[in-house]
């Protein structure tokens, strides 16, 4: 325990309205603490530099996980848990519920949220590589009013997104109705439980008539940010998966990503097995019609 | 040099079914208040990361790592930690299974271990070896290799047990 | 004493003795006590791997007063920790820091909380010199950073003519092999409390293996009479070799604290700390140079073992010393010479772990013998039978084998079990056509020598004693610890064995100088074979003390022998028996040639891995591992098979998962979230057979078997990941980015040559 807890205030004022007077009243002063899973890590290991923390966790207003017409709606406070255990993500959007379910091992599940995990905004993180194939919206709140936008403008760069210090991210929006025939995941880590990612890419796609009709792609651990492979996407569209397009698709992504060297990986291992993931996926793609 | 003192704050719970309360930062780890306010020291530290899972107690019901839970979030909860699996001194059905069937050895995992066995079977009554893996795989164990914990939880849900299973495969004798 | 008599509780599984306490939390280890007026210990470390301390300043912001601070120029006696070379390794640093993480200054505080910050506002000025940080660096011996040239020990070994052996070889096969450094990772995290008092001395309470070495060394740094240091393990959670010498530093620093505090103090290592500070294993590289003829039998055996021992000496002579003798495996070759060196470096110093120096150099052996087989042309397992040992012939240090042995029996049997045969077959015909995934099979065939290398059980001179009250309830007296292995209930069953009692009628003293006596170290594999023997030698006692006073008959009942113990402890006192380690007459060891009679016995094994390696991922899985070992007698099923397991996923740590990364000297990855050892998803399926062929050296046939599982995983892995990929990889750790090079890269050329030329290695 490297940090001296003495030192920290912590409140929890118990809903949603409070929480958001509060960093209303004090822009940047209050920093919101969910699940702890990122920042008791950092408590830990003395690294957490703010200093004045409000709980977000055991907000009803945060948590639920509800349905319309056209949407999906995860709270920001939802768990890992509560995403593995909802019967309407499993059914459409398996995607989450599997990612969920190796992030971390049962207790990490039990607290992280899904919300603490976007805000983070690590680039190896393992939620946003599927909300960003299944285009999700993210829906920003604070006393003023809330806003919503597409998830793939959140992120703007290493550890820096668009919201603002008087602002909670309220819910993530999944849109219903559209699923894809293909749908791919597979992450890539250091060991097969409690393993943070060293490459995974998720993939969604539909083939019509022998061509790619549609196709998303988006990796976690290649990019500074969890990001979209507009580029391979864009070399695939409209075209037959041969072996020459595949290899085109596997260029398209070398050039796109850049991943790193680190404690974890190397910069090379990354880029050529997220090519391989790449490769499954569009056998997969290639395979679906027949 | 140290900011001003902040407020202490007032932690009242249900530990191993008894109310108590502690008054302390409330950031203070729900670890660090298990044993240090309330001496329940069958709650270990191995990490203060969240990778070993010794410090496993369940909250409200929910396995968590406690050097990840700060007090204030563990107001008002139920906390249940090794020291009240068992009741009026009668082992508890996954202790005897991890003291027969050889899941502790140096025993430093084990109150951990044991918490996710029992979140597991309280949710999965019947898991198989992978949900077992599945399970266990947030609780390190540098000693066993896992086999005999796996067992372990493998007979917690089957009663009596088979003393062949006590033996390895097989021992020839020359 | 090699009965195979029927017993009644020896071969039995026997509760875990202290497994109540640790069931239901009321275990207590070190971190668990807290005593009056406890203040709490942290240590500021060297940031730089070597260089002269120019000042150390006490920055600002902290109120220094508050705390009580250490430095060398505190230390009443000796600066050194003692153990195997002397005026080696510093209690803290003085003029100068060899390695990254040196203890340089002790800081104690009342408030824990509040020593974090302080360590950090210290500061300490270098003059930074030259370090080296690998065997190679090392050997070059342009820096010295050791001794008069960098060399810690070196040992050389020579059986038969190796010179004139090469020109009778149909083939020659060289290669070179590789091991990593290899963290203990017990999850107990190192840590003492230290108590003074004028009257009593200095009181040490911590979690170790060896508190006699502690004993010595603070006697040494206190300057203190043997009676005035008392140390007491506490319930010590994970060990493996990591609480062998380390804990020897820790206890000395919490008592030169505790001494200028005037309080009890506590120091807990968090988990950066004892990853980054403390031992672990020697990373090694060993050289074979082998002749073999037309059907595979070995010539000649050249061997180079070299080890990066880190700064200081501390355990290295003797990890090098069984490092060397394992290093020729199994096998009987009539000329052998094995050159080994543990070579200094300015990384923290390596230390102990589970199989001391013979993973390392059985990676080599048992990788080179798949390279032997591939040049002849046989299979592996055929290489190996074709060379084993048998009973009669002589090892690498000419030690000849008295005791039965079976090799070929225990191949046919693991082959068998796991079904060897027909999954290469079958896994030879998928490989070729699936893409994705390439199964494949491995052998490893090793042995592991019991107890203290050579003459060491004869220094050790080991004592142990036993009491009995009225009530004829006995309690051990050993140094022997417990720490997970099952020492305590073995002792139980061998005392209730020999005594017919039960486990109950037993109790295991708590270890602790000042009530036990030194029965050695709890290392090297010694506790069942050496300690027990003597254990139950003095269970043999105390019934002749009971005898010569006509209180007991050569037959007796347990309620006889109570009444017995009743009788005695009324007439005369107190009941106690002892027993001293006796020299076996016909073991010989001439330490100057290191020649002769290693070990007084060997547990043999041969294990086969099966592997999945994902060539989209370039991860290599285990998916079952088998093993097939004699041990001797087991005394245990259930806590021996939890050994052999546990063993096993350290193994396969060390062969795939495990990697300490490495930045000038110091341990970069030193997280737990970071340095990655196998979970319950990820350990394989492991099937334990025993073989029992009781051996005459310890109690009811036992001989030793902690260490073993650790010795053949990584190998059996490597051959078998080479039979699945077709890629010869030759170091460890592994790491699917280290396949990735070789699979999805041109490939490189293999280390193996097969060449025509007599040279041995350079
Ligand atoms: C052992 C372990 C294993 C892990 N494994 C994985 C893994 O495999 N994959 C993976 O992706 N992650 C993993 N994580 C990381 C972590 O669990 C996730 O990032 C988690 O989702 C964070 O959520 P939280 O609620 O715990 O975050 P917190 O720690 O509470 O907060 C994290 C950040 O988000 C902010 N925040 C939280 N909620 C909101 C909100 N509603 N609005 C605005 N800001 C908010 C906080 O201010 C903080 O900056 C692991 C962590 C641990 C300790
Ligand atoms: S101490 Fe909490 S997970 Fe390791
Ligand atoms: S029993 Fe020692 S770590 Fe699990």
Same mark, same amino acid.
């Given at each position: 325990?490297?940090?001296?807890?003495?030192?920290?205030?912590?409140?929890?004022?118990?809903?949603?309205?409070?929480?958001?007077?509060?960093?209303?009243?004090?822009?940047?002063?209050?920093?919101?603490?969910?699940?702890?899973?990122?920042?008791?890590?950092?408590?830990?290991?003395?690294?957490?530099?703010?200093?004045?923390?409000?709980?977000?966790?055991?907000?009803?207003?945060?948590?639920? #996980?509800?349905?319309?017409?056209?949407?999906?709606?995860?709270?920001?406070?939802?768990?890992?848990?509560?995403?593995?255990?909802?019967?309407?993500?499993?059914?459409?959007?398996?995607?989450?519920?599997?990612?969920?379910?190796?992030?971390?091992?049962?207790?990490?599940?039990?607290?992280?949220?899904?919300?603490?995990?976007?805000?983070?905004?690590?680039?190896?993180?393992?939620?946003?590589?599927?909300?960003?194939?299944?285009?999700?919206?993210?829906?920003?709140?604070?006393?003023?009013?809330?806003?919503?936008?597409?998830?793939?403008?959140?992120?703007?760069?290493?550890?820096?997104?668009?919201?603002?210090?008087?602002?909670?991210?309220?819910?993530?929006?999944?849109?219903?109705?559209?699923?894809?025939?293909?749908?791919?995941?597979?992450?890539?880590?250091?060991?097969?439980?409690?393993?943070?990612?060293?490459?995974?890419?998720?993939?969604?796609?539909?083939?019509?008539?022998?061509?790619?009709?549609?196709?998303?792609?988006?990796?976690?651990?290649?990019?500074?940010?969890?990001?979209?492979?507009?580029?391979?996407?864009?070399?695939?569209?409209?075209?037959?998966?041969?072996?020459?397009?595949?290899?085109?698709?596997?260029?398209?992504?070398?050039?796109?990503?850049?991943?790193?060297?680190?404690?974890?990986?190397?910069?090379?291992?990354?880029?050529?097995?997220?090519?391989?993931?790449?490769?499954?996926?569009?056998?997969?793609?290639?395979?679906?019609?027949? | 040099?140290?900011?001003?003192?902040?407020?202490?704050?007032?932690?009242?719970?249900?530990?191993?079914?008894?109310?108590?309360?502690?008054?302390?930062?409330?950031?203070?780890?729900?670890?660090?208040?298990?044993?240090?306010?309330?001496?329940?020291?069958?709650?270990?530290?191995?990490?203060?990361?969240?990778?070993?899972?010794?410090?496993?107690?369940?909250?409200?019901?929910?396995?968590?790592?406690?050097?990840?839970?700060?007090?204030?979030?563990?107001?008002?909860?139920?906390?249940?930690?090794?020291?009240?699996?068992?009741?009026?001194?009668?082992?508890?059905?996954?202790?005897?299974?991890?003291?027969?069937?050889?899941?502790?050895?140096?025993?430093?995992?084990?109150?951990?271990?044991?918490?996710?066995?029992?979140?597991?079977?309280?949710?999965?009554?019947?898991?198989?070896?992978?949900?077992?893996?599945?399970?266990?795989?947030?609780?390190?164990?540098?000693?066993?290799?896992?086999?005999?914990?796996?067992?372990?939880?493998?007979?917690? @849900?089957?009663?009596?047990?088979?003393?062949?299973?006590?033996?390895?495969?097989?021992?020839?004798?020359? | 004493?090699?009965?195979?008599?029927?017993?009644?509780?020896?071969?039995?599984?026997?509760?875990?003795?202290?497994?109540?306490?640790?069931?239901?939390?009321?275990?207590?280890?070190?971190?668990?006590?807290?005593?009056?007026?406890?203040?709490?210990?942290?240590?500021?470390?060297?940031?730089?791997?070597?260089?002269?301390?120019?000042?150390?300043?006490?920055?600002?912001?902290?109120?220094?007063?508050?705390?009580?601070?250490?430095?060398?120029?505190?230390?009443?006696?000796?600066?050194? #920790?003692?153990?195997?070379?002397?005026?080696?390794?510093?209690?803290?640093?003085?003029?100068?820091?060899?390695?990254?993480?040196?203890?340089?200054?002790?800081?104690?505080?009342?408030?824990?909380?509040?020593?974090?910050?302080?360590?950090?506002?210290?500061?300490?000025?270098?003059?930074? /010199?030259?370090?080296?940080?690998?065997?190679?660096?090392?050997?070059?011996?342009?820096?010295?950073?050791?001794?008069?040239?960098?060399?810690?020990?070196?040992?050389?070994?020579?059986k038969?003519?190796?010179?004139?052996?090469?020109?009778?070889?149909?083939?020659?096969?060289?290669?070179?092999?590789?091991?990593?450094?290899?963290?203990?990772?017990?999850?107990?995290?190192?840590?003492?409390?230290?108590?003074?008092?004028?009257?009593?001395?200095?009181?040490?309470?911590?979690?170790?293996?060896?508190?006699?070495?502690?004993?010595?060394?603070?006697?040494?740094?206190?300057?203190?009479?043997?009676?005035?240091?008392?140390?007491?393990?506490?319930?010590?959670?994970?060990?493996?070799?990591?609480?062998?010498?380390?804990?020897?530093? @820790?206890?000395?620093?919490?008592?030169?604290?505790?001494?200028?505090?005037?309080?009890?103090?506590?120091?807990?290592?968090?988990?950066?700390?004892?990853?980054?500070?403390?031992?672990?294993?020697?990373?090694?590289?060993?050289?074979?140079?082998?002749?073999?003829?037309?059907?595979?039998?070995?010539?000649?055996?050249?061997?180079?073992?070299?080890?990066?021992?880190?700064?200081?000496?501390?355990?290295?002579?003797?990890?090098?010393?069984?490092?060397?003798?394992?290093?020729?495996?199994p096998y009987l070759c009539e000329?052998?010479?094995?050159?080994?060196?543990?070579?200094?470096?300015?990384?923290?110093?390596?230390?102990?772990?589970?199989?001391?120096?013979?993973?390392?150099?059985?990676?080599?052996?048992?990788?080179?013998?798949?390279?032997?087989?591939?040049?002849?042309?046989?299979?592996?397992?055929?290489?190996?039978?074709?060379n084993f040992l048998a009973q009669g012939n002589a090892t690498a240090t000419g030690q000849l084998i008295r005791d039965p042995i079976d090799l070929r029996g225990?191949?046919?049997?693991?082959?068998?079990?796991?079904?060897?045969?027909?999954?290469?077959?079958?896994?030879?015909?998928?490989?070729?056509?699936?893409?994705? #995934?390439?199964?494949?099979?491995?052998?490893?065939?090793?042995m592991?020598?019991?107890?203290?290398?050579?003459?060491?059980?004869?220094? /050790?001179?080991?004592?142990?004693?036993?009491?009995?009250?009225?009530?004829?309830?006995?309690?051990?007296?050993?140094?022997?610890?417990?720490?997970?292995?099952?020492? *305590?209930?073995?002792?139980?069953?061998?005392?209730?064995?020999?005594?017919?009692?039960?486990?109950?009628?037993?109790?295991?003293?708590?270890?602790?100088?000042?009530?036990?006596?030194?029965?050695?170290?709890?290392?090297?594999?010694?506790?069942?074979?050496?300690?027990?023997?003597?254990?139950?030698?003095?269970?043999?006692?105390?019934?002749?003390?009971?005898?010569?006073?006509?209180?007991?008959?050569?037959?007796?009942?347990?309620?006889?022998?109570?009444?017995?113990?009743?009788?005695?402890?009324?007439?005369?006192?107190?009941?106690?028996?002892?027993?001293?380690?006796?020299?076996?007459?016909d073991?010989?060891?001439?330490?100057?040639?290191?020649?002769g009679d290693?070990?007084?016995a060997f547990?043999w094994?041969?294990?086969?891995?099966?592997?999945?390696?994902?060539?989209?991922?370039?991860?290599?899985?285990?998916?079952?591992?088998?093993?097939?070992?004699?041990?001797?007698?087991?005394?245990?099923?259930?806590?021996?098979?939890?050994?052999?397991?546990?063993?096993?996923?350290?193994?396969?740590?060390?062969?795939?998962?495990?990697?300490?990364?490495?930045?000038?000297?110091?341990?970069? *990855?030193?997280?737990?979230?970071?340095?990655?050892?196998?979970?319950?998803?990820?350990?394989?399926?492991?099937?334990?057979?025993?073989?029992?062929m009781?051996c005459e050296?310890?109690?009811?046939?036992?001989?030793?078997?902690?260490?073993?599982?650790?010795?053949?995983?990584?190998?059996? #892995?490597?051959?078998?990941?080479?039979?699945?990929?077709?890629?010869?990889?030759?170091?460890?750790?592994?790491?699917?980015?280290?396949?990735?090079?070789?699979?999805?890269?041109?490939?490189?050329?293999?280390?193996?040559?097969?060449?025509?030329?007599?040279?041995?290695?350079?």
């Open positions: 325990m490297r940090s001296n807890v003495s030192e920290y205030e912590f409140i929890a004022p118990g809903s949603l309205d409070a929480v958001l007077a509060l960093l209303s009243a004090e822009p940047g002063a209050w920093t919101p603490m969910a699940g702890g899973t990122e920042l008791m890590v950092a408590l830990g290991a003395g690294r957490l530099e703010q200093r004045k923390l409000v709980s977000l966790w055991g907000i009803g207003e945060l948590r639920g #996980i509800t349905a319309s017409a056209d949407w999906l709606t995860i709270g920001a406070g939802a768990t890992y848990t509560d995403i593995r255990e909802n019967a309407a993500i499993a059914k459409e959007f398996p995607l989450l519920a599997r990612s969920a379910s190796w992030t971390g091992a049962i207790a990490n599940q039990n607290r992280g949220t899904l919300g603490g995990n976007i805000v983070n905004a690590s680039p190896a993180a393992d939620s946003p590589p599927v909300l960003l194939v299944y285009e999700a919206e993210i829906e920003l709140v604070s006393a003023q009013g809330a806003r919503r936008m597409n998830y793939s403008e959140f992120h703007l760069g290493y550890k820096r997104t668009v919201l603002r210090p008087q602002e909670l991210v309220m819910a993530v929006h999944l849109p219903r109705g559209h699923r894809l025939p293909v749908e791919y995941l597979r992450k890539v880590g250091t060991r097969n439980a409690m393993a943070i990612s060293k490459v995974a890419l998720a993939g969604v796609g539909a083939m019509q008539s022998g061509k790619v009709q549609t196709v998303r792609i988006a990796a976690a651990s290649l990019r500074e940010t969890p990001a979209r492979l507009s580029m391979t996407e864009a070399v695939l569209v409209g075209h037959a998966l041969t072996s020459d397009r595949i290899q085109a698709a596997r260029k398209a992504l070398l050039q796109e990503v850049k991943p790193i060297d680190d404690v974890r990986s190397t910069a090379k291992y990354r880029a050529h097995v997220a090519a391989n993931l790449l490769e499954e996926f569009l056998n997969q793609m290639a395979a679906s019609e027949s | 040099m140290s900011a001003a003192k902040i407020q202490l704050s007032e932690i009242r719970f249900k530990v191993n079914g008894v109310e108590r309360s502690a008054t302390v930062p409330p950031m203070k780890r729900l670890l660090d208040v298990l044993r240090e306010d309330l001496a329940l020291t069958g709650v270990k530290e191995g990490c203060g990361e969240g990778e070993c899972g010794s410090c496993s107690v369940l909250l409200d019901g929910v396995l968590v790592n406690s050097c990840l839970v700060p007090a204030l979030q563990a107001s008002g909860c139920e906390v249940l930690t090794v020291e009240g699996l068992a009741t009026n001194g009668a082992l508890a059905h996954i202790q005897r299974t991890f003291l027969e069937l050889g899941g502790t050895q140096c025993g430093i995992c084990t109150p951990g271990m044991m918490l996710a066995a029992e979140s597991l079977l309280r949710k999965n009554p019947h898991p198989d070896l992978d949900a077992i893996r599945e399970g266990l795989a947030g609780n390190l164990c540098r000693c066993t290799g896992y086999m005999r914990i796996i067992d372990a939880v493998k007979h917690a @849900i089957e009663e009596p047990i088979l003393t062949a299973d006590l033996a390895p495969e097989e021992t020839v004798h020359k | 004493m090699r009965d195979a008599t029927p017993t009644r509780i020896v071969g039995t599984p026997a509760l875990r003795k202290e497994g109540f306490g640790k069931v239901t939390g009321g275990a207590r280890y070190i971190d668990d006590i807290v005593l009056l007026g406890m203040w709490h210990g942290a240590t500021v470390r060297s940031s730089i791997a070597r260089g002269a301390i120019k000042d150390i300043r006490f920055g600002a912001g902290i109120n220094w007063d508050e705390f009580v601070i250490v430095t060398a120029k505190d230390i009443p006696g000796a600066n050194c #920790i003692p153990l195997i070379v002397d005026n080696d390794q510093p209690v803290l640093a003085d003029a100068r820091v060899n390695h990254p993480e040196e203890p340089v200054v002790l800081l104690a505080h009342p408030d824990k909380a509040r020593l974090h910050e302080a360590v950090e506002a210290v500061e300490i000025d270098y003059d930074p /010199l030259p370090a080296v940080f690998t065997i190679e660096e090392s050997e070059r011996q342009q820096t010295i950073v050791w001794g008069e040239d960098n060399v810690i020990k070196r040992f050389l070994v020579e038969g003519d190796v010179d004139s052996a090469w020109q009778h070889a149909a083939h020659i096969v060289s290669g070179e092999y590789r091991t990593g450094a290899q963290e203990q990772l017990y999850i107990e995290n190192n840590g003492v409390i230290a108590e003074w008092s004028d009257a009593d001395g200095l009181i040490i309470r911590g979690s170790m293996q060896c508190p006699y070495y502690v004993h010595k060394a603070l006697l040494r740094v206190f300057d203190l009479p043997a009676e005035k240091v008392r140390v007491i393990q506490a319930e010590t959670g994970g060990a493996f070799g990591g609480k062998e010498d380390y804990p020897s530093l @820790i206890a000395a620093h919490a008592g030169l604290l505790a001494l200028k505090a005037g309080r009890p103090v506590k120091i807990i290592y968090d988990r950066e700390e004892d990853l980054a500070a403390t031992t672990k294993r020697h990373p090694s590289r060993t050289r074979y140079r082998t002749a073999v003829d037309k059907d595979g039998h070995l010539l000649a055996m050249d061997i180079q073992v070299d080890l990066d021992g880190g700064a200081y000496a501390t355990v290295s002579p003797t990890v090098l010393s069984r490092a060397t003798i394992h290093s020729a495996g000329n052998i010479r094995v050159r080994s060196h543990a070579w200094a470096t300015n990384v923290p110093p390596h230390g102990a772990f589970r199989g001391f120096g013979s993973p390392q150099t059985i990676f080599g052996i048992e990788r080179h013998m798949d390279q032997i087989a591939k040049a002849v042309g046989i299979s592996p397992e055929e290489v190996r039978r074709r225990m191949m046919d049997r693991a082959l068998k079990v796991s079904d060897y045969h027909a999954k290469r077959a079958r896994f030879a015909r998928e490989n070729a056509t699936s893409s994705a #995934i390439k199964h494949g099979m491995g052998i490893a065939s090793f592991h020598g019991a107890g203290f290398t050579g003459s060491g059980e004869r220094y /050790l001179n080991s004592l142990v004693g036993l009491e009995a009250d009225a009530s004829g309830h006995l309690t051990v007296l050993v140094s022997s610890t417990e720490f997970g292995q099952g020492t *305590n209930t073995m002792l139980s069953q061998v005392v209730a064995e020999a005594l017919g009692l039960s486990c109950e009628d037993v109790s295991i003293a708590q270890p602790d100088t000042n009530r036990v006596p030194n029965s050695g170290p709890t290392v090297a594999s010694r506790t069942t074979m050496i300690v027990g023997r003597l254990v139950h030698d003095a269970a043999l006692a105390l019934a002749g003390i009971l005898r010569e006073k006509n209180l007991l008959s050569e037959e007796f009942s347990a309620d006889e022998f109570r009444a017995a113990c009743a009788a005695y402890t009324a007439q005369f006192g107190a009941l106690r028996s002892e027993a001293r380690y006796q020299p076996p007459k073991i010989f060891w001439d330490d100057a040639k290191y020649q290693a070990y007084p547990a094994a041969v294990y086969v891995a099966e592997v999945a390696v994902d060539t989209r991922t370039y991860a290599a899985e285990v998916v079952n591992f088998y093993t097939v070992q004699e041990v001797g007698r087991v005394m245990n099923p259930v806590l021996a098979a939890g050994q052999i397991e546990g063993g096993v996923a350290q193994g396969v740590g060390y062969a795939l998962y495990e990697k300490v990364v490495w930045k000038d000297g110091r341990m970069s *990855n030193n997280q737990m979230t970071n340095y990655i050892i196998p979970t319950a998803a990820d350990v394989p399926n492991i099937e334990v057979y025993f073989e029992e009781p050296h310890g109690p009811y046939g036992a001989k030793g078997l902690g260490e073993l599982p650790h010795d053949g995983p990584a190998p059996a #892995i490597l051959n078998a990941i080479q039979d699945a990929a077709g890629i010869s990889f030759t170091s460890i750790p592994l790491l699917p980015e280290d396949i990735f090079l070789r699979m999805a890269e041109a490939p490189e050329p293999e280390c193996l040559e097969i060449v025509g030329s007599a040279k041995g290695p350079q």
